[in-house]
């Protein structure tokens, strides 16, 4: 494996991208996301998919400035009328991030893909990582859980008009803001719940900072329904994967399984998860809530150990 010095963040100590330190005294933050679709709309598919590329930029407390498209289209199957819906949701959420597309690569493939490569920028001496928790934090997450549940419903026909409708707003909404009020606050540990759910993400952090967490359910904010979905067996093979894995290192304790299943539901464009200060707490409550984050909520705490506890 190739280490640089100006290679701040690398698969030595994985995160939610990599950084790399110029000679300006700045460091680039790169990374990838792709996957097929999730929801009906190929516009809204784009949003989504672009939205969930630039979150990890956020989650590190820098700034998206260009990116490249990553396309594999079924070209004798679907028509190219669908793909340009798809690049312009995409375009729609870079223009919003001010974050440039510079080219991409496309491929004739059976099964469509759509994602972003993005590049950005930001301040080493302000960046988040998932390494600096420290015990008594408080840990703050920036957007409801279920979009996995609710994907998976929709491929099954069983989501409800509203559930779509909350899903995709939360999918396609930018993490911009809430790392921005995170970064103003002093906030130094981050990562964006996707793919490996909460208790996922959760672990990497406590994993990298040599801690362990307690969280209660209760304060977690849910999309709407989900726990319903749950009960009913609409539930995503990722989700399934997630909760085997998170029995490795949680204490779910009399948790229902409704709850245990939420709380690893695989989450596409999901909210920032933060380890805050308990003195710098209530400043960044508020100045999410200022921004219009969708969700300020203090689910649990940083404490010693190397597990995390659901009570």
């Known amino acids: 494996m190739t280490r640089h010095p100006n290679l701040l963040v690398g698969l030595d100590q994985p995160d939610d991208a990599g950084v790399y330190r110029l000679a300006s005294g700045a460091a680039l933050v790169q990374t990838v996301d792709f996957f097929t679709p999730i929801v009906d709309d190929p516009f809204d598919w784009g949003r989504i998919a672009a ?13 998206p400035i260009t990116a490249l498209s990553i396309v594999g289209w079924p070209r004798e199957e679907l028509s190219l009328d669908l793909l340009a819906d798809v690049q312009r949701g995409g375009a729609a959420v870079l223009a919003e991030a001010e974050c440039t597309l510079v080219g991409g690569h496309s491929v004739d493939d059976r099964e469509p893909k759509y994602g972003l490569a993005v590049t950005g920028i930001v301040d080493p001496d302000a960046m988040m990582t998932n390494r600096s928790a420290r015990v008594g934090d408080r840990l703050v997450l920036t957007k409801p859980l279920g979009t996995g549940l609710i994907s998976t419903a929709i491929k099954r026909d069983r ?26 606050c002093g906030v130094r540990t981050a990562t964006d719940v996707t793919g490996f759910g909460l208790l996922g993400h959760l672990a990497e952090v406590i994993q990298a900072s040599s801690v362990g967490a ?35 290192f949680t204490n779910f304790g009399d948790l229902a399984d409704v709850f245990q299943i939420v709380l690893a539901d695989a989450q596409t464009s999901g909210g920032l ?39």
């Open 159 to 184: 989501a409800t008009p509203e559930q779509i409708e909350a899903a995709v707003e939360m999918m396609v909404m930018l993490n911009r803001t809430a790392a921005g009020a995170a970064v103003a």
């Open 273 to 311: 998860l933060l380890a805050v200060a308990p003195d710098r707490c209530d400043d960044l409550i508020a100045a999410l809530g200022d921004s219009g984050t969708p969700a300020a909520a203090v689910i649990g705490e940083i404490v010693e150990g190397s597990e995390i506890t659901v009570r």
């Open 51 to 63: 939205a969930n590329a630039l979150s990890d930029v956020y989650a590190m407390g820098g700034a």
């Open 214 to 248: 307690r969280v209660d359910h209760r304060w977690v904010p849910l999309l709407p329904g989900v726990e319903d979905l749950a009960s009913d067996g609409v539930v995503p093979g990722g989700t399934t994967r997630n909760l085997a894995a998170a029995a490795e």
